[in-house]
Nanobody, 123 residues
């Protein structure tokens, strides 16, 4: 099992930036795809971004493309989500997730999840 711990959430004004971190520990060799998802109150969990740990390939939701960047630090077993030009509609709890296999965007394909970190964007 892989343990994931997110950090970096907070309150920011519209147009501002935040960087989320997701530190992985445990059986990290069993996973090669890391993703970020978010869930706003009353809404379903939705895909944000994903990265293949080995190749570095990335994929983004249309709603964040050009504003968010997912990256990894192999030495620290950490994945980041740099969020720029934040909008009030980005407000949500952000979750880090891990899986083994191909890049995926559906939450049900990810077996390991962090506890989430709150991001609030004020207008």
């Amino acid at each position: 099992q892989v343990q994931l711990v997110e950090s970096g959430g907070g309150l920011v004004q519209a147009g501002g930036s935040l960087r989320l971190s997701c530190a992985a520990s445990g059986r990290t060799f069993s996973t090669n795809v890391m993703g970020w998802f978010r869930q706003a109150p009353g809404k379903e969990r939705e895909f944000v971004a994903v990265i293949n740990w080995g190749s570095g390939s990335t994929y983004y939701a249309d709603s964040v493309k050009g504003r968010f960047t997912i990256s990894r630090d192999d030495a620290k077993n950490t994945v980041y989500l740099q969020m720029n030009s934040l909008k009030p509609e980005d407000t949500a709890v952000y979750y880090c997730a891990a899986r083994s296999g191909l890049i995926a965007t559906m939450p049900e394909y990810f077996g390991s999840w962090g506890q989430g970190t709150q991001v609030t964007v004020s207008s």
